[in-house]
């Protein structure tokens, strides 16, 4: 199709969010080479093959890990070619109080968070060491990245959900990549208890029944009655 007239804000604005989204592809296969590169990782590596979880499903979703170092992945974008300003528009880099600009996630494990057609929107990170505070962490809203939209796993669970005509919910990360390993691939996590109306409109979208299982706790069980 040709353009006749093109909105040059609409432009720019399309320019914006492509960039970005290269960022976060870059981003999220460096953090994969680190994980299983890196000496630093060897942690990270033994938490999550100890949790049972195999290197294929692991890389299938592309887990990851931050450096502890302060600037590895800003320093790296920046060289190439990336501005701080997109840097932190991503959720990949932050302002410190003295004026420093430095990575948001540091020294722990990375879940990459898609959407259906399987682009990075923001990430999840889960420390490794029992004094990290908070324990996960997400990409803050943004122009990208919503949380109350987001299903992990919905890019890898589409297809079989609907081949199948259902899908899975549960909580957590390691829960999708579990019950994937253990062949059920129409799994998608909500990331936490609350399930938003816009959740329930994408696992309409994917699938006729949806099979809530959260955990077998008081606050899943409330939440899957709720």
């Known amino acids: 199709l040709e353009r006749e007239q093109a909105d040059p804000r609409a432009e720019e604005r399309r320019r914006r ?12 296969a460096y953090y994969v080479r680190y994980l299983w590169e890196s000496g630093e990782a060897a942690r990270a590596r033994e938490h999550l093959l100890g949790r049972g979880l195999e290197e294929k499903v692991l890389r299938g979703f592309r887990v990851g890990y931050a450096p502890s170092a302060w600037d590895k992945l800003v320093t790296g974008a920046q060289r190439d070619g990336f501005r701080p300003d997109e840097i932190a528009a991503a959720g990949l880099g932050q302002r410190g109080r003295g004026g420093g600009f430095y990575d ?26 029992e004094d990290q505070r908070p324990k996960y962490l997400n990409t803050s809203e943004n122009e990208l990245y919503h949380k109350g939209r987001q ?6 669970a589409r297809g079989p959900a609907a081949r199948g005509g259902r899908i899975v919910v549960v909580e957590g990360y390691t829960d999708v990549l579990a019950l994937h390993q253990a062949g059920v691939e129409e799994s998608v996590a909500i990331m936490g208890t609350a399930l938003t109306q816009e959740q ?18 008081r606050a899943g069980e409330e939440a899957m009655l709720r």
């Open 17 to 28: 969010r492509e960039r970005l989204l290269a960022l976060l592809e870059r981003a999220a």
């Open 200 to 217: 329930l409109a994408e696992l309409g979208k994917a699938a006729r029944a949806v099979h809530l299982a959260l955990d077998a706790d």
């Open 151 to 156: 299903l992990f796993g919905i890019d890898r």
């Open 104 to 129: 948001r996630f540091r020294a722990r494990i990375m879940f990459p968070l898609a959407d259906a057609r399987g682009r990075v929107l923001g990430f999840g990170a889960r420390a490794v060491r």
